[in-house]
């Protein structure tokens, strides 16, 4: 998958992840899959324009508790319409900056709305598009990346 | 006694030949390759019903840049008794006139083989003209033509005996370089080569090192200069021109082991020299390693990295950056970067050419993977460039042999 696609996405998660939660993520290892999963809460979010593609968002239970804390203030479950709706825009925050980048480096997107997706090991088939999955370590839990962007010829 | 010469430009030197044995000079026009032929042969050509053999005084003479002039004017030379060559040289200047004792003999030495054929130096207009003597070029000293000879060729298997094989794996074991079924036959054939041209026995050839420190036996994923592996650029620009030839619509070339893009970028040079061309070209630079791919993405270029690349052209791929030199944007725009592992399903498709110079010894635990990915990745007669050494014949037989300029190619049919 083409990095100049993949690099404004893993530069935006790490920086929103720092401004929100005052703490670098550490990078783990990046691989192709075939299948994605969503083990607790994800966000899905869809791209469009000179090429086009989506990207999910997974957080841990205890990440995301500590993330919609943070952002609100207060505590907020993952059922709840506030908590989702946390997570929602954390997404849309981390995209939006992406593809603000990509502008600058010339390539046009246009976002689709996030959906928020709750439950226990959600099983997602890319259905034979390449994902590319970029684990992240924190101090409050697990987030991973997956993205997967095709150039549109 | 007053002699004339026609010069010529061989990258940023002027060099002279003699007058005498020239019959003309005419436009490089419907040249015919010739398979197989070593890859200093140009091809031939019909010359109002002569057949001419077309030489590149460059390559035979092995100066010191990598072939980037397209626009190339070939000289005829007539030695009599029906000996006539083509020479192919970058530029035609003009013809003086100069006395014997004009000239000064050589004064530096020069590691390349043209000095050889140097009688000497003369000025004019303050730039130095090598004369280059070139009867002893094209015949031996008895007298006979020595052309005919560039078309044999030698591609007979060699057989060493256990002693020697087992001192050559130990000389590569020290330099940590996979002595094993991949590589087997094509470093001793390649050894065996080297002793042939040297006149020396194969024992002679490997007590020196020097042999097993080419770009060949490298591991290394870094360059420190663009074109660092020039028989392989000579063979991927052979490639490139019959793809040239046949007006395809898009070409795509694939290169992997070496993530900050040193290979790929003189690839997109070659390409970017065929200025005639309509093709999309799209090359793709992929790796494993996100951060090294990463921190090869516009790079920027000290001077000492365009040393291949004949001053006069340099300003025509690249531009000045605050820390060096970059790649003009028409061209680097034609290379993506791409994050790439051998996985069992996805790989680029639609791809003409992979270069993968040592990729599948370094990863040799997954060479069945690899192999399905680049078979996967290919179009029909699609062409896998390995290193010099890997021969995947025993791994993989979806893949056709082929010999392309004296180097091992594997097809896809």
């Not at chain 2, 061989?10 to 030949?17: K, T």
């Not at chain 2, 110079?357 to 029909?380: C, H, Q």
Request: glycine residues 6%; contains cysteine.
């Amino acid at each position: 998958m083409r990095i100049d696609f993949i690099d404004p996405f893993l530069d935006a998660t790490e920086e929103i992840i720092r401004e929100i939660l005052n703490i670098g993520p550490k990078r783990g290892e990046m691989e192709l899959k075939e299948q994605e999963s969503i083990p607790d809460i994800g966000v899905f979010l869809g791209l469009t324009g000179q090429a086009s593609g989506r990207m999910l968002i997974n957080f841990d239970r205890e990440l995301a508790s500590k993330i919609i804390e943070v952002m609100n203030g207060e505590q907020h479950t993952l059922d709840s319409e506030m908590g989702q709706a946390t997570i929602g825009e954390l997404g849309n925050m981390i995209t939006g900056r992406a593809i603000t980048k990509l502008y600058e480096r010339g390539f046009h997107f246009n976002l689709t709305p996030p959906s928020v997706i709750v439950g226990n090991n959600v099983k997602i088939s890319t259905l034979g598009i390449e994902t590319l999955s970029v684990p992240y370590e924190l101090e409050y839990g697990k987030l991973e990346i997956n993205i997967s962007i095709k150039e549109n010829v | 006694m007053t002699r004339q010469i026609l010069t010529i430009l061989l990258d940023n030197d002027i060099f002279g030949i003699d007058v005498r044995v020239i019959q003309e000079v005419i436009k490089a026009f419907d040249v015919r390759r010739i398979p197989d032929a070593p890859n200093f042969i140009e091809g031939i050509i019909n010359l109002r019903g002569e057949i001419i053999p077309l030489i590149k005084i460059k390559r035979l003479l092995e100066t010191d840049f990598f072939d980037l002039y397209k626009n190339k004017k070939v000289i005829i030379l007539n030695f009599g008794e029906g000996n006539k060559i083509g020479l192919v040289v970058d530029k035609v200047l003009r013809i003086i006139s100069y006395e014997n004792t004009e000239i000064k003999p050589l004064e530096t030495i020069s590691v390349s083989k043209i000095a050889e054929y140097i009688i000497g130096t003369i000025e004019r207009d303050k730039q130095k003209i090598s004369i280059i003597d070139i009867m002893p070029i094209f015949y031996s000293s008895n007298g006979s033509f020595l052309y005919k000879r560039f078309f044999t060729k030698n591609n007979t298997d060699v057989f060493i005996s256990k002693n020697l094989f087992y001192k050559i794996k130990e000389k590569l074991e020290k330099i940590n370089f996979p002595f094993n079924n991949l590589t087997k036959e094509g470093v001793i054939k390649y050894i065996s080569k080297i002793a042939n041209i040297k006149g020396k026995s194969i024992e002679e050839i490997i007590k020196d090192d020097n042999i097993f420190s080419t770009s060949h036996f490298s591991f290394n994923e870094e360059r420190t200069c663009f074109f660092e592996n020039k028989p392989d650029m000579y063979l991927i620009d052979e490639i490139i021109e019959s793809l040239v030839y046949e007006k395809k619509k898009s070409i795509n070339l694939w290169v992997l082991g070496n993530p900050t893009g040193e290979d790929a970028r003189s690839i997109a040079i070659i390409f970017y020299v065929y200025k005639s061309i309509n093709s999309k070209i799209r090359i793709i630079n992929s790796y494993n390693d996100y951060d090294k791919l990463k921190s090869g993405l516009n790079k920027e270029y000290k001077e000492s990295y365009l040393k291949n690349i004949p001053s006069s052209l340099i300003e025509e791929f690249f531009e000045n950056s605050t820390n060096g030199f970059v790649l003009k944007k028409e061209i680097e725009k034609t290379i993506c970067f791409d994050f790439f592992c051998p996985n069992p399903k996805f790989s680029p498709s639609n791809i003409d050419i992979i270069y993968a110079p040592n990729f599948i010894l370094k990863n040799f635990d997954k060479i069945s993977l690899l192999m399905n990915n680049f078979y996967k990745a290919l179009n029909k007669n699609g062409k896998l460039i390995t290193g010099l050494f890997e021969n995947i014949e025993n791994f993989e037989n979806r893949f056709k042999k082929y010999y392309i300029k004296n180097r091992l190619v594997f097809i896809k049919e």
